[in-house]
């Protein structure tokens, strides 16, 4: 869900002390991060391997 990668972006910049403007340009690419990582554990979990050849 891309609120909740947003959310979880805003959070973990907040909590390393990113300034507030900062913040707000890191905060796509961040979010974008978190949800690609997470596609990526739920294949690898899926898949019982590496995720590395389908």
């Known amino acids: ?3 909740g ?3 979880e972006a805003e ?3 907040a909590e390393s002390g ?3 403007r900062k913040r ?3 905060l796509d690419a961040l979010a974008a991060a978190l ?3 997470s596609f ?5 979990e899926r898949t019982g391997g590496s995720g590395v050849g389908g």
């Open 40 to 44: 990526l554990a739920l294949r690898r």
């Open 5 to 7: 990668s947003t959310q």
């Open 24 to 26: 707000r340009e890191k």
């Open 11 to 13: 959070a973990l910049l």
């Open 1 to 3: 869900d891309e609120r």
């Open 35 to 37: 949800l690609l990582e």
């Open 18 to 20: 990113v300034p507030a």
